[in-house]
């Protein structure tokens, strides 16, 4: 039997706090213009939203409003959401103003 592997390209990363605070980030929806993005998580936002994640539970519930949020307009039409792979295990989650305000 193999061996886990503890190779960075492997492990699971350990997000311990917000790529963006919920008041910064509602602070750019109120003045982003049609084009601005921002990252308003890194890592997986489905895991770190659950409770095995590596976040406080504040924090989880601080990242769970900012990222429904972020759903909350694009269903508006106001916002595109956006995944850019970083490694093999982290994704930056973008928000991207549209033109409908």
Known sequence: MMAASNSPASATPLVRSLVIREGDFSTWLDHARPGDRIAYHQGHLGAD???G????DALRRELAR????????SLQ???HLVQ????KDVIAYLAVMGSAR
């Open 49 to 51: 939203r659950d409770g």
């Open 53 to 56: 994640s590596a976040l406080t």
């Open 66 to 73: 900012v990222a429904d949020r972020a759903m909350e307009y």
């Open 84 to 87: 850019e792979r970083c490694s």
């Open 77 to 79: 039409g106001r916002l």
